[in-house]
């Protein structure tokens, strides 16, 4: 089954602190793994992705590293702001009917405080 | 625009009403889809178009969900017969290239937040 488990719900985190979250799939065929970024009221935006390749991605602040063998993959936002305060969603596609249609985790609420 | 763009942003309707949301994707996208969020929980796809063909409308959840995007860019969204458990955000993304030529980023608008009464 095409599933994406994503964890933790909710994060609390002191400003200047690493924030992780965890996402771990099942289906080996996925070939992209992208992270997303929502603030309320707005719509996803792509945050960072990596492809199973490489074992991490760095751009800025926010890291990917990535599992092949656990099938697991997170996300790591260091120097946390409160700017980063919003709900964090990992992702995950490969090729279906060539559509690469994403299969999302539920979601991780992120608090910096300040 | 730059951007994928959503309208109507708020809806609300009454039980049993039909309603239509529009999506304009990024000009020049190939791929659009539809995506179903409900209260805090992750999207779920309902649909994807590459150009003007649904190649692919396994998500949607029952025949009151139609969508068509007739010129291969402006894409409408159409929910017969509304139900309180249609209440979501309907968000649109967009992507530059079709399937076959691999995997690539999704653009998201804002959305549509649908409310039924």
């Not at chain 1, 992702?91 to 405080?113: C, E, F, M, P, V």
């Not at chain 2, 029952?62 to 309907?90: H, M, N, W």
């Amino acid at each position: 089954q095409q599933q994406v488990k994503q964890s933790p719900q909710s994060l609390i985190v002191q400003k200047g602190g690493i924030s992780i979250i965890n996402c771990a799939y099942e289906n080996t065929a996925f070939d992209y793994f992208p992270w997303y970024q929502q603030f309320p009221g707005k719509g996803p935006a792509l945050l960072i992705a990596i492809r199973p390749d490489v074992s991490e991605k760095k751009e800025g602040r926010f890291t990917i590293s990535f599992n092949k063998s656990a099938k697991q993959f997170s996300l790591h936002i260091m120097d946390s702001q409160p700017g980063d305060s919003a709900t964090y969603f990992c992702a995950a596609s490969g090729l279906r009917d060539s559509n690469y249609q994403l299969i999302w985790g539920a979601g991780t609420k992120l608090i910096i405080k300040p | 625009g730059a951007g994928v763009s959503q309208s109507p942003r708020y809806k609300v309707a009454k039980r049993g009403q039909d309603v239509a949301l529009r999506c304009d994707p990024i000009s020049g996208h190939v791929s659009l889809f539809w995506y179903q969020q409900a209260l805090g929980q992750g999207p779920e796809f309902l649909t994807y178009f590459q150009n003007e063909a649904q190649l692919d409308k396994s998500g949607l959840p029952s025949d009151r969900f139609f969508a068509e995007r007739p010129e291969g860019s402006v894409s409408t969204l159409k929910i017969q017969r509304t139900q309180q458990e249609d209440s979501a955000v309907y968000l649109c993304a967009s992507r530059e290239t079709a399937g076959s030529e691999g995997n690539q980023p999704q653009h998201f608008g804002d959305g549509t937040r649908l409310s039924i009464l």
